[in-house]
T-cell receptor
Framework: KNEVEQSPQNLTAQEGEFITINCSYSVGISALHWLQQHPGGGIVSLFMLSSGKKKHGRLIATINIQEKHSSLHITASHPRDSAVYIC??????????FGAGTRLTVKP | DVKVTQSSRYLVKRTGEKVFLECVQDMDHENMFWYRQDPGLGLRLIYFSYDVKMKEKGDIPEGYSVSREKKERFSLILESASTNQTSMYLCASYPGTGFTDTQYFGPGTRLTVL
């Protein structure tokens, strides 16, 4: 079993919908990253969290350390949000483990 | 802006060939990484380096080697390419001493081994 599980694996939404992507992990962590990978392959960092909640534009990321769970929310989704979203955890021994990613498609 | 570049976006090689993938970053980062990304498996760490001439094995180093002769350049070498090394290869760099800094990724190299 992967130490980092994302759900759903694939998600299709209509433009304007509110989207939630989930990440659960089974190890002790010091931080969690949300990454975005566009079809060209390049990955950009969206958030790094160690507690609570962060917001950047239409993106919101939350983490519950006790429940070992994080969510990435996208409000008022747009076709340009279509990408693969990857959750990555920083384990307490200071290495990273990645989820398999959630492929989001937002239709106009 | 930090820039991480990789030598090729797409590469096709034959089984048994020696393959060089190069990664260059322009922000004087100490830490550089090579990952491979396969469907359903996420990113997996091949090798990393915390300093010039220093290298450490990641989770899946078999069949690979690396070289870091200069701080800005980290090369991944497939000594004898095999079909199971067909994958997307991603390089990343970050400053600092832990993963609580932002990692910066290159655009990726999609390698096909025939």
């Amino acid at each position: 079993k992967n130490e980092v599980e994302q759900s759903p694996q694939n998600l299709t939404a209509q433009e304007g919908e509110f989207i939630t992507i989930n990440c659960s992990y089974s190890v002790g962590i010091s931080a969690l990253h949300w990454l975005q990978q566009h079809p060209g392959g390049g990955i950009v960092s969206l958030f790094m969290l160690s507690s609570g909640k962060k917001k950047h534009g239409r993106l919101i990321a939350t983490i519950n350390i006790q429940e070992k769970h994080s969510s990435l929310h996208i409000t008022a989704s747009h076709p340009r949000d279509s990408a693969v979203y990857i959750c990555a955890v920083v384990r307490n021994n200071n290495d990273m483990r990645f989820g398999a990613g959630t492929r989001l498609t937002v239709k106009p | 802006d930090v820039k991480v570049t990789q030598s090729s976006r797409y590469l096709v090689k034959r089984t048994g060939e020696k393959v060089f993938l190069e990664c260059v970053q322009d922000m004087d980062h100490e830490n550089m990484f090579w990952y491979r990304q396969d469907p359903g498996l996420g990113l997996r760490l091949i090798y990393f380096s915390y300093d010039v001439k220093m290298k450490e094995k990641g989770d899946i180093p078999e069949g690979y080697s690396v070289s870091r002769e200069k701080k800005e350049r980290f090369s991944l070498i497939l000594e004898s390419a095999s079909t199971n090394q067909t994958s997307m290869y991603l390089c990343a760099s970050y400053p600092g001493t832990g993963f609580t800094d932002t990692q910066y990724f290159g655009p990726g190299t999609r390698l096909t081994v025939l």
